[in-house]
């Protein structure tokens, strides 16, 4: 059974990922009316949001676009950062409306923020707790260790759909603010559009696999699996 989820949440996550890349090479081919770079989106939203303390930087990489909120960064993956298309502007946007969420104090954001530590603690510890926990069932019957990480995998679960909300808001942020701006033309629009929609369902994605992989985890727990 657990390894009939992974299989089914990989296939559906190569699904998703690949029909995303395979969205920002086509939108990557709309080209802006205002000749707008990633870099020069990412700078105008901020400034019409009254954010002036917060840097956009170049990162390498391919979709390594992200905000940090410690040191108050956009970062853009070089091809969004320099290029001038209907993707790089979606992606640019995107990561700006969460240096908005931050700026406003978006309750999930900060939420999801004060996670992050125990959430990378649970990560590390997390496969060496359940196999471990596993074994020692199976050898003695003591479900203690199972026990703790289940609890670890559930709050890793429970960062996956905090993430959620977050992330639609700030593409609804984003596409909001290039939509009544007129940053972007009509088709422009609907390009970073279907971009972010494909870019939120890899969330999806990863968030339902882990609650599956969560429940399956539990039902051993219970003792519900057949040994």
């Known amino acids: 059974m657990y390894y009939l989820i992974i299989g089914a949440v990989f296939l559906i996550s190569m699904f998703v990922q690949s029909r995303l890349r395979s969205k920002f090479e086509y939108y990557s081919n709309v080209h802006l009316r205002n000749g707008m770079s990633g870099k020069e989106v990412a700078e105008k939203m901020l400034r019409d949001n009254g954010i002036n303390d917060v840097q956009v930087i170049s990162v390498p990489g391919q979709l390594t676009d992200h905000y940090n909120p410690e040191n108050k960064t956009v970062n853009l993956s070089e091809a969004v950062y320099m290029q001038r298309n209907a993707a ?108 972010l929609k494909w870019a939120a369902r890899t969330y999806v994605v990863a968030a339902l696999g882990s609650l599956a992989q969560l429940i399956y985890f539990a039902s051993l727990l219970s003792g519900n699996r057949r040994e």
């Open 88 to 195: 790089a502007a979606a992606v640019a946007a995107h990561e700006c409306g969460h240096a908005v969420q931050h700026a406003v104090g978006y309750s999930m954001l900060q939420f999801r923020s004060k996670m992050v530590p125990v959430v990378n603690i649970s990560s590390r510890l997390l496969q060496f707790v359940l196999m471990g926990g596993i074994v020692v069932m199976a050898m003695s019957g003591n479900k203690t260790i199972l026990a703790v990480g289940v609890v670890l995998f559930a709050i890793t679960t429970l960062f996956a759909f905090i993430t959620l909300p977050v992330e639609y808001d700030a593409s609804n942020r984003a596409l909001k603010w290039l939509k009544s701006t007129g940053t972007v033309t009509a088709e422009e629009y609907e390009g970073a559009e279907d971009s």
